[in-house]
């Protein structure tokens, strides 16, 4: 499956950003896990949150569970990530993953990743 990130930008602390990630292809999305990842410049990839196509079955980090949130539109074959309250330790290149499995999160276990897309947080 192709995946397409969009959405990043550069924002003040404080602010609210939406991604959104969409989904193509041969496979069905609907057996698909879509995950957020996120990486900072000399840091590894980090695990943001993930959502089954149902929309069941939602997983954040610590860091992502008060201020994000992770939804799916199945008929446009979309996940989206609603950041809000974003803060400079925020700032990374944005991934979207998927996987036919339930969610993980460890990136080794996605085998689709769409490319990066930019959000920087201003202090």
């Known amino acids: 499956v192709q995946l397409q990130a969009s959405g990043g930008g550069l924002v003040q602390a404080g602010d609210s950003l939406r991604l959104s990630c969409a989904a193509s292809?041969?496979?069905?999305?609907?057996?698909?896990?879509l995950a957020w990842f996120r990486q900072a410049p000399g840091k590894e990839r980090q695990f943001v949150a993930s959502?089954?196509?149902?929309?069941?079955?939602?997983d954040y980090a610590d860091s992502a569970r008060s201020r994000f949130a992770i939804s799916v539109d199945s008929t446009k074959s979309t996940v989206y990530l609603q950041m809000n309250s974003l803060k400079p330790e925020d700032t990374a290149d944005y991934y979207c993953?998927?996987?036919?499995?339930?969610?993980?999160?460890?990136?080794?276990?996605?085998?689709?990743w769409g490319q990066g897309t930019l959000v920087t947080v201003s202090s």
């Open positions: 292809g041969r496979t069905p999305v609907s057996a698909r896990t």
């Open positions: 993953a998927g996987r036919l499995a339930y969610g993980s999160r460890s990136a080794s276990d996605y085998i689709d």
């Open positions: 959502i089954g196509w149902t929309g069941s079955r939602t």
